[in-house]
C-alpha cells in the first residue's frame, strides 16, 4: 500500500464548476504538507503549502484533517488553464529525517 | 534564469552505456533531490542530499549513484543504463521549510 494514495481521476468538470481532491497518509508522524501542480510533460510546481487551520489562496482552498489522515484540495470557479495533474506530497520520516513523498496524483480536466 | 538547471534535457542511450545526469541550482538551499517519473507511477525518490557530505538513499536507489560535488550541484549517474530506467528524470531542491523547487526534467531513453 502506498503511503500517500489519491483518487487518480480523471476529473471532467464544466468552467466555473467546483472540484474537490483528497488525499489520505499512512504516517500519522507527518509532518509538512502541500499541493503541486503538474502540466503535461512539466516539472511539478508548488501550488500552496497546507497548515493545520486550512489555508486559501484565491480560488484554491487546503484543509488538513490530521485525526483522518487526509488533506484536500477545493478548486472554485474552474478555469481551463486549471487543468492539469495535481500532486499531494506529504513529508515523512525516513532514517530520521523528513523527506517529501509523492501520491501518483490526480488529473483533472477542465472543459468548456 | 531558472533557478533549478538540468542537463541534458533528453538523451538516448544504449544499454550497459554509463550516463550522467547533472543539476545546477541558484537558490542557495542546501536539499537536493533526485526523482524519476514513470506513467502511473508519479514521482519516486532515488537519492536524496541535505547537504554536501550527506547523501542518502530513497525508495529506488539500485542501480544509480549520486554526486555532491558543491551546494549547487547534484549528479546522478547510471553506471550501466538498462531500458527499464527510460523515464523522466527531476532534480529539486528545498529550503528548510520543505517546499521543493524542481529543474525542468530530463527525459531519458534506454535502448
Known amino acids: 500500500r502506498k503511503e500517500v494514495e489519491q483518487d487518480p481521476g480523471p476529473f471532467n468538470v464544466p468552467e466555473g464548476a467546483t472540484v474537490a481532491f483528497n488525499c489520505t497518509y499512512s504516517n500519522s508522524a507527518s509532518q509538512s504538507f502541500f499541493w503541486y501542480r503538474q502540466d503535461c510533460r512539466k516539472e511539478p510546481k508548488l501550488l500552496m503549502s497546507?497548515?493545520?487551520s486550512g489555508n486559501e489562496d484565491g480560488r484554491f482552498t487546503a484543509q488538513l484533517n490530521r485525526a483522518s489522515q487526509y488533506i484536500s484540495l477545493l478548486i472554485r470557479d474552474s478555469k481551463l488553464s486549471d487543468s492539469a495533474t495535481y500532486l499531494c506530497?506529504?513529508?515523512?520520516?525516513?532514517?530520521?529525517?523528513?523527506?517529501?513523498?509523492f501520491g501518483r496524483g490526480t488529473s483533472l480536466i477542465v472543459h468548456p | 534564469d531558472a533557478d533549478v538547471t538540468q542537463t541534458p534535457r533528453n538523451r538516448i542511450t544504449k544499454t550497459g552505456k554509463r550516463i550522467m545526469l547533472e543539476c545546477s541550482q541558484t537558490k542557495g538551499h542546501d536539499r537536493m533531490y533526485w526523482y524519476r517519473q514513470d506513467p502511473g507511477l508519479g514521482l519516486r525518490l532515488i537519492y536524496y542530499s541535505f547537504d554536501v557530505k550527506d547523501i542518502n538513499k530513497g525508495e529506488i536507489s539500485d542501480g544509480y549513484s549520486v554526486s555532491r560535488q558543491a551546494q549547487a550541484k547534484f549528479s546522478l549517474s547510471l553506471e550501466s543504463a538498462i531500458p527499464n530506467q527510460t523515464a523522466l528524470y527531476f532534480c529539486?531542491?528545498?529550503?528548510?521549510?520543505?517546499?521543493?523547487?524542481f529543474g525542468p526534467g530530463t527525459r531519458l531513453t534506454v535502448t
Open positions: 506530497v506529504v513529508t515523512q520520516t525516513h532514517g530520521g529525517s523528513y523527506i517529501p513523498t
Open positions: 497546507v497548515y493545520s
Open positions: 529539486a531542491t528545498s529550503d528548510d521549510r520543505r517546499e521543493q523547487y
